[in-house]
């Protein structure tokens, strides 16, 4: 499973008061043997806290963390002191033994892909890596002229709006296509066959999408159906959450993404059986 848990819902975005322990729920329902996090948090002064140690007590023992951002707690929350530090970025969550733990810099500005090698069995090795690329950074204003434009049309346009938009959307494209491309080099460096998950922020046949894909498959297009939105803030289209794997050592055998208001992104979960020995002389 891979999700983009909007740090729990910290904000308290979605208006739900049981949000956080909602998405618990789920994953302890869903009960995926590997678990990668986006936008997951964690306390500067405790790493365990407030999701690491509950977490693991569902059965992942092994535990990968790489942070991309550290953030005062009380701009994100009113239920924080002003020393409140949080930690935030991917998390990995496993029930096999994780090693070789790389935290690839994709840009200069923190950006971090986290990779580790899954020991499934003594023939079985894999390279997980997690990613968050840049997002649009649109904010509630622009959100809400979007949706306004969509329900009232062209009349509800703003030029210097829709400039404005356009701009945060040429300028994440282009930031997005370097890190893809320092995807693309790192992967080529990997030992064992490659599986790459986590928010894309771009779509299906974008340079981003293609590049990191490469000769992967997607788990999406092999077993989904329908749009497969993953990003619930713009409907209906948007699929931007993606699992990549290889086929050669991978079959896919199922594919899902649970319809729950509990982030901005829905969970994407993909299930596969070993298709032969992965490990390399």
Not at 76 to 85: E, G, P, R, V
Not at 244 to 269: C, M, T
């Amino acid at each position: 499973m891979t999700w983009n848990v909007h740090m729990f819902d910290l904000g308290e975005w979605t208006k739900d008061k049981a949000s956080k322990a909602k998405i618990l729920k789920l994953i302890e329902d869903e009960n995926p043997d590997i678990l990668c996090l986006e936008e997951f948090y964690w306390d500067s002064k405790e790493p365990t806290e407030p999701y690491t140690d509950i977490l693991q007590k569902l059965g992942y023992p092994y535990v990968k963390l790489v942070t991309e951002n550290i953030n005062r707690k009380e701009m994100i929350t009113s239920n924080a002191s002003k020393t409140d530090m949080i930690n935030v970025g991917h998390a990995i969550f496993s029930k096999y033994p994780l090693r070789n733990e790389q935290h690839y810099e994709i840009h200069s500005e923190n950006k971090k892909m986290l990779g580790v090698e899954v020991v499934v069995d003594s023939n079985n090795i894999f390279c997980l890596n997690v990613v968050h690329l840049t997002s649009v950074g649109f904010g509630r204003k622009e959100m809400d002229y979007i949706s306004d434009v969509k329900q009232k049309g062209v009349e509800a346009q703003d030029e210097d709006q829709s400039k404005s938009l356009l701009k945060k959307l040429r300028n994440a494209s282009a930031s997005r296509a370097g890190l893809a491309n320092k995807i693309d080099s790192f992967k080529k460096t990997m030992d064992y066959p490659v599986i790459i998950c986590g928010d894309f922020n771009d779509v299906p046949g974008s340079y981003v999408y293609s590049k990191v894909k490469g000769d992967l498959r997607d788990a999406f297009v092999e077993k989904g159906a329908g749009l497969g939105r993953t990003y619930r803030n713009i409907s209906p289209t948007l699929r931007i959450d993606y699992i990549f794997y290889d086929n050669e050592a991978l079959q896919i055998e199922g594919y899902n993404r649970p319809n729950v208001a509990l982030s901005d992104h829905f969970p994407v979960i993909a299930n596969f059986s070993l298709k032969k020995k992965t490990i390399k002389n």
